[in-house]
């Protein structure tokens, strides 16, 4: 009964410790790229945000998609050679996809306009030239 009762609570606690451990690995990545916490979802038919940005599975662990590997490269900090980069190869910099349409985003600053894409997907996702480059996303 005791357990019954505090389910709330314990779900509570356990989605607040998977937040902490999600999300690039660490949250602190998240506010170190513009938009972080607001990277869209570009699976089909799944919506809601992608929430570790650097990695190929939205929750985060296993492998790092472009982007992360290419956030790594750039001593996990976002410089103007990392927005002026397209790591997934879709066409669009990664500035563009994540709101800071002129590379000129620091840490702490409102992001100049809202993400319009995945900067480590290349989408749409069911483009052809997207099929081998996302070989390794999952969108469970
Ligand atoms: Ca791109």
């Known amino acids: 009964m005791a357990i019954q009762r505090n389910l709330p609570k314990m779900a509570l606690a356990i ?10 690995g660490h949250p602190g990545y998240r506010l170190k790229i513009p938009n ?23 929750i985060g662990g296993g492998t790092l998609n472009p982007f992360g590997k290419d956030f790594v490269e750039a001593g996990e900090s976002w410089t103007q050679t990392l927005c002026s980069m397209d790591s997934d190869n879709d066409g669009r910099i990664n500035g563009f996809e994540l709101g800071d349409f002129n590379c000129s985003w620091f840490e702490g600053q ?3 306009g809202d993400a319009t894409g995945h900067p480590g997907i290349c989408e749409p996702m069911d483009d052809p030239k997207c099929i081998e480059m996302n070989k390794d996303v999952s969108c469970r």
């Open 15 to 24: 989605i607040a410790v998977a937040n902490v451990y999600t999300g690039f």
């Open 110 to 112: 409102p992001p100049m």
């Open 36 to 58: 972080g916490i607001n990277v869209p979802n570009p699976c089909t038919n799944v919506g809601g945000l992608w929430n570790a940005v650097g990695h190929n599975v939205e």
